[in-house]
């Protein structure tokens, strides 16, 4: 079973960027899918961005332009920049696979504010 363990999240004011890394122990498989979820106080977790095996990337529309995934199969680890951030993007960060077979991880909490 995979471990995830996200870190990176903080506060900052809205127009401010963040990267969020995601680590999967013992490994990831390159051949993964995987994406990044968040959820914010009240509301249901939901998904982000996706990165899929030959580094295609999907992403939600309030977010698109503003996050990159990435990943880095060597270090079992995904990325997400996050720039011109919004109180909105206010939340949970969550990674997973796609679909989110393994366990969830702690977060990170990503807190935009003035």
């Known amino acids: 079973q995979v471990q995830l363990v996200e870190s990176g999240g903080g506060l900052v004011q809205p127009g401010g960027s963040l990267t969020l890394s995601c680590t999967g122990s013992p490994s990831i498989p390159r051949t993964t899918p995987m994406g990044w979820y968040r959820q914010a106080p009240g509301k249901q977790r939901e998904l982000v961005a996706r990165?899929?095996?030959?580094?295609?990337?999907v992403y939600k529309d309030s977010v698109e332009g503003r996050f990159t995934i990435s990943r880095d199969n060597a270090k079992n680890t995904v990325y997400l920049q996050m720039n011109s951030l919004k109180p909105e993007d206010t939340a949970v960060y969550y990674c997973?696979?796609?679909?989110?077979?393994?366990?969830w991880g702690q977060g990170t909490q990503v807190t935009v504010s003035a």
């Open positions: 990165i899929f095996r030959g580094g295609a990337s």
């Open positions: 997973n696979a796609l679909p989110p077979d393994y366990k």
